[in-house]
């Protein structure tokens, strides 16, 4: 005789339906600020721009009236006059040259200053303060700065110039076709050094320190330590800061503006971007300039892209 014996069956539980969750638009409505912002300010502007580029004014009869101007499509001959423009040439080479100054300069200054002040990083107070007037220069305007400095360089008001002479030197004209290139790029150095170096120093603060102290360990020196640990650490954040520096020498404007009335060796198209207020509001050729201002933006992405491409993956730790 045999027992069979039936195994106990588990109930399964009810599936109870969730109630789905209406969506809102809350999300939309915090973006919603920034969407309008970016839109008014850098889309429409730059899809303006590039409308203009391609249009332009055709004269019938005398020119007499509204009616006699017409807006009609041009192609791509704005972008051949700009291109074929006597003085568009030297401005793009003159920028080029502004770059190789400025953009190593303050980028090494910038690295520079963020590993001294790291190496400080116990005194907390010393840090602090050399911190905020490392910065404060990028506080303070463009336009302001190139006036202050202007000053600076006139030779007649300059104490530059009392310096020099004070030690039997003589003077150098700093407004001179010689050093022109040179004093912009001062400027901008000294106004740029402190934001690329509070980028560098945040970025020197995230590296555990536990690898500092292995290095230490193995008999590192401090030499040894930034050149081997922190600058590859912060690779990325001075792989930014390159991309922004490009971008900011593309459309350098303010600077040598400002000093134009203080030096006749700078002139209406010493840039590519006084170029284009030039032909914008001088010459009263808004065509000319949108087409100016397409290539500046499409070299900058240009540039930018290419950096990226080549040195990102190296940069940031990317793999194929």
Do not use: C, H
Not at 1 to 21: F, G, H, N, Q, W
Not at 103 to 127: K, N, Y
């Amino acid at each position: 005789m045999s027992l069979i014996l039936d195994r106990p069956t588990t109930a399964t539980p009810p599936v109870v339906e969730r109630p789905k969750k209406k969506r809102t638009g809350v999300p939309y409505a915090f973006l919603a600020p920034a969407l309008i912002l970016f839109s008014a300010f850098l889309a429409a502007p730059i899809i303006y721009a590039g409308y203009l580029s391609l249009r332009k004014t055709q004269v019938s009869g005398l020119g007499l009236g509204k009616a006699s101007r017409t807006e009609v499509w041009a192609g791509l001959s704005n972008y051949a006059r700009s291109l074929t423009d006597p003085d568009f040439l030297p401005s793009v080479w003159r920028v080029g040259a502004y770059g190789l100054i400025v953009v190593p300069t303050m980028l090494g200054l910038a690295l520079l200053m963020a590993l001294l002040l790291d190496a400080a990083r116990t005194r907390e107070s010393i840090s602090k303060f050399a911190r905020i007037s490392i910065f404060l220069p990028y506080a303070v305007p463009a336009v302001v700065a190139s006036l202050l400095w202007g000053f600076l360089y006139l030779p007649r008001v300059s104490p530059i110039t009392d310096l020099f002479e004070a030690v039997g030197i003589t003077p150098p004209n700093l407004l001179s076709s010689d050093l022109t290139l040179w004093s912009v790029a001062n400027i901008a150095v000294w106004g740029g050094t402190g934001f690329n170096m509070i980028v560098i120093y945040t970025a020197l603060r995230a590296v555990p320190t536990s690898l500092y102290e292995s290095a230490r360990i193995d008999g590192a020196s401090d030499v040894t330590i930034a050149w081997r640990i922190k600058i590859p650490m912060v690779m990325p954040s001075l792989v930014m800061t390159f991309v922004f520096s490009m971008i900011a020498t593309l459309q350098v404007f303010a600077e040598p503006m400002t000093l134009r009335p203080l030096a006749n060796t700078i002139s209406t198209t010493w840039t590519p971007l006084m170029k284009v207020y030039r032909d914008a509001f001088t010459r009263n050729d808004i065509y000319a300039a949108a087409a100016t201002s397409v290539i500046i933006a499409l070299a900058a992405f240009i540039l930018s892209f290419g950096f990226l491409k080549l040195v990102g993956r190296r940069a940031f730790n990317q793999e194929d």
